[in-house]
């Protein structure tokens, strides 16, 4: 007590009621006064922590929108300065024109022209060579009646929309490829970039565009799934080597590209996995390899038949 009161009052005597009331009063205010102090400093640091990182986590947010809209536009773009080189394509059998003594067999414009399929290409060239699957032409590389016949549909580099008959000049069915030639005569056409296979990963984006049941100019995406798959040919051999990709690939797919994040073909859409007469994607989906296109291709043009059989 004799300290407190030193501290408190320079008198040395403890003499009225006053001053007895006037000890716990002079003691509890600086306490309280340097308490409240230091909630409102500690309040501040809060507050200005938590400012700091609303600022920090709305910079962040806004860089996370501004990376999303940036890979939006390049896939946007990306589809954009594909697609025109990318064909829809069916395959058609033809009437007899009934006023028509020879018989000779007209390409029909009506209902009298029985749409047999559909599938996609891809123009490889400016001359209008068009690569597609040997599965998408194949009545018409087999055909012995003459009556049919494959509709090219494509988009020339103003955008004006065409279509031309294609005719086939050659096919490889162990690598389910083939080559058509349409007449472009009057129009400029864009050819695809040609990308090339042996160096992909697995998990590298990828993208198919293609026509599935007749959907025209259908940009599906996904990764490469797999490398070096096997899958079978259409005339029972094996395909090897074949991309595996998530990327969905329908009825109606076959024969388009498979691009990279570049815009080049890396392979030419040609399988799925699917339940028997469904035809749906069922995530698992293969593609040619473009090493091995590359490698086909110009000699189906020049010679009609693969480079394997000429050595």
Same mark, same amino acid.
């Given at each position: 007590?004799?300290?407190?009161? !030193? *501290?408190? +009052?320079?008198?040395?005597? =403890?003499?009225?009621?006053?001053?007895? @009331?006037?000890?716990? $009063?002079?003691?509890?205010?600086?306490t309280v006064?340097?308490k409240?102090?230091?909630?409102?400093?500690n309040?501040?640091l809060?507050v200005?922590?938590?400012?700091?990182?609303?600022?920090?986590t709305?910079?962040q947010s806004?860089?996370l929108?501004?990376?999303?809209q940036?890979?939006?536009?390049?896939l946007?773009q990306?589809?954009q300065e594909?697609?025109?080189?990318?064909?829809?394509?069916?395959?058609?059998?033809l009437?007899?024109d009934? !006023? *028509?003594? +020879?018989?000779?067999a007209? =390409?029909d414009?009506?209902?009298?022209? @029985?749409?047999?399929? $559909?599938?996609?290409g891809?123009?490889?060239?400016?001359?209008?060579?068009?690569?597609t699957?040997?599965?998408?032409?194949?009545?018409?590389?087999?055909d012995?009646s003459?009556?049919?016949r494959?509709?090219?549909?494509?988009?020339?580099a103003?955008?004006?929309r065409?279509?031309?008959?294609?005719k086939?000049?050659?096919?490889?069915?162990?690598?389910d490829?083939?080559?058509?030639?349409?007449?472009?005569?009057?129009?400029?056409i864009?050819?695809?970039?040609?990308?090339?296979?042996?160096?992909l990963?697995?998990?590298?984006?990828c993208?198919?565009?293609g026509?599935p049941?007749?959907?025209?100019?259908?940009?599906?995406?996904?990764?490469?799934?797999?490398?070096g798959?096997?899958?079978?040919?259409?005339?029972?051999?094996?395909?090897k080597?074949?991309?595996?990709?998530?990327?969905?690939?329908?009825a109606?797919?076959?024969g388009?590209?498979?691009?990279d994040?570049?815009g080049?073909v890396?392979?030419v859409?040609?399988?799925?996995?699917?339940?028997?007469?469904?035809?749906?994607?069922?995530?698992?989906n293969?593609?040619?390899p473009?090493?091995s296109?590359i490698?086909?291709?110009?000699y189906l043009i020049?010679y009609?038949?693969p480079?394997?059989?000429?050595f």
């Amino acid at each position: 007590m004799l300290s407190l009161r !030193m *501290n408190l +009052s320079p008198s040395p005597m =403890l003499t009225t009621q006053s001053s007895t @009331k006037t000890l716990p $009063t002079t003691t509890v205010t600086p306490t309280v006064t340097t308490k409240r102090r230091a909630i409102v400093f500690n309040s501040s640091l809060v507050v200005a922590s938590w400012l700091n990182l609303l600022n920090l986590t709305s910079s962040q947010s806004q860089q996370l929108q501004d990376e999303l809209q940036h890979q939006e536009d390049h896939l946007v773009q990306l589809f954009q300065e594909t697609s025109p080189s990318v064909v829809s394509i069916k395959d058609i059998e033809l009437t007899k024109d009934p !006023m *028509n003594s +020879s018989n000779i067999a007209v =390409l029909d414009h009506d209902e009298d022209a @029985k749409v047999e399929g $559909t599938g996609s290409g891809f123009i490889w060239d400016k001359f209008g060579h068009i690569v597609t699957n040997y599965h998408v032409v194949a009545k018409l590389a087999t055909d012995t009646s003459g009556l049919q016949r494959c509709k090219v549909f494509l988009v020339d580099a103003k955008g004006n929309r065409f279509s031309r008959e294609g005719k086939i000049v050659g096919f490889d069915p162990s690598y389910d490829l083939a080559v058509l030639k349409v007449d472009v005569d009057g129009y400029e056409i864009k050819p695809v970039l040609l990308g090339e296979s042996k160096n992909l990963l697995v998990g590298q984006s990828c993208f198919a565009i293609g026509n599935p049941y007749g959907y025209e100019n259908t940009l599906t995406t996904g990764v490469v799934s797999g490398l070096g798959r096997e899958i079978p040919s259409p005339n029972g051999g094996a395909i090897k080597g074949a991309i595996q990709t998530d990327a969905a690939i329908n009825a109606g797919n076959s024969g388009g590209p498979l691009v990279d994040s570049h815009g080049h073909v890396i392979g030419v859409n040609t399988a799925t996995f699917t339940r028997k007469g469904t035809g749906a994607s069922s995530g698992v989906n293969f593609a040619i390899p473009m090493d091995s296109v590359i490698r086909s291709v110009p000699y189906l043009i020049v010679y009609g038949t693969p480079y394997s059989n000429r050595f």
